[in-house]
């Protein structure tokens, strides 16, 4: 009996590891690049090789962005391995432009923002959500250098005096 409850405990596990949420690649660099203003959870069409690609954790999206074309948003630059088992028929274009799921009015109000206020749409983060492949767009406007710097400076600041207080109240807290 004990057997069986294991062997269901560990079932159980592995679909809630299957389903549960998990991140497959984060743009880094754009939180570094761009000063993001608005995020957008967006769903994204993809190819069963490419999702099977996808579940093994392998994609880049360094230089990846987000563009309206004909009323569609679509993500370009998102680079997608073939998966190992797919070959010929099966195989897809690792860099070809790949579909982003919004709401009408989404699209139009991203749209607006991005031609009016010469934002950029840069994917954050692809990851699976019940499942689900999903991208997090953000509407984002570019730093120049001495942005990044007065950033990095700004980060070091909050960071020393985070250390300075932990250090206060280890060293508080022991006398």
Request: net charge positive; glycine share 8%; with cysteine.
């Amino acid at each position: 009996m004990a057997r069986a409850r294991k062997i269901a405990a560990k079932r159980a596990a592995a679909r809630e590891a299957r389903t549960g949420d998990r991140t497959v690649a984060t743009n880094r660099r754009a939180r570094h690049d761009y000063d993001i203003l608005d995020t957008l959870e967006c769903g994204i069409v993809l190819q069963g090789s490419e999702v099977k690609s996808l579940r093994e954790g392998k994609a880049q999206m360094a230089d990846a962005y987000a563009r309206v074309d004909d009323g569609e948003l679509w993500l370009f630059g998102l680079h997608v391995p073939p998966w190992q088992f797919a070959a010929g028929w099966g195989a897809h274009d690792p860099d070809r432009k790949r579909k982003l799921l919004v709401h009408r009015e989404e699209i139009d109000e991203l749209m607006g923002k991005s031609q009016q206020q010469s934002l950029t749409m840069v994917p954050l983060s692809l990851y699976f959500h019940d499942g689900r492949a999903k991208v997090q767009l953000a509407l984002a406007r570019g730093r120049r250098l001495y942005d990044k710097r007065q950033a990095i400076l700004s980060r070091d600041a909050e960071r020393e005096a985070a250390r300075a207080i932990r250090s206060a109240q280890r060293w508080g807290s022991a006398g």
